[in-house]
């Protein structure tokens, strides 16, 4: 499975949550709207908050720190570039295949967050 692949999943499992919440919850289209033009980081945190009450960055903040590191990855390799992540201490390397399993657990984390 591609990085690319990785990121795409999470972020169509976040729309489709948020999506979801907000129709049970009767909120506004043109808030969601709103909120689904935010950059992928902040929906997943503040964007999930204001439409479902809940934030995956503050209930998973492991796998919300590695959807962040690879969505970093995402746009380097969305702009030709190689995949580079920037790490919790803030040094910046290259991918590595030990990074891929935490990819997955990160983004399995997101789709079955509830």
Do not use: C
């Not at 729309?15 to 907000?22: E, G, H, I, R």
């Not at 902040?42 to 903040?61: A, N, V, W, Y």
Request: charged share 30%.
């Amino acid at each position: 499975m591609s990085l690319i692949n990785l990121a795409i999943a999470a972020e169509a499992s976040l729309a489709n949550k948020v999506n979801t919440s907000a129709k049970q919850k009767g909120i506004a289209s043109s808030r969601l709207k709103r909120v689904l033009r935010f950059d992928f980081l902040k929906q997943i945190h503040e964007g999930s908050r204001e439409l479902t009450g809940k934030s995956f960055k503050d209930e998973h903040p492991d796998e919300y720190g590695w959807i962040r590191t690879l969505w970093i990855a995402r746009e380097h390799l969305a702009h030709g570039k190689d995949p580079r992540i920037e790490m919790a201490d803030g040094k910046v390397r290259d991918v590595i295949l030990e990074d891929i399993p935490n990819f997955i657990r990160a983004v399995h984390a997101l789709v079955w967050w509830d």
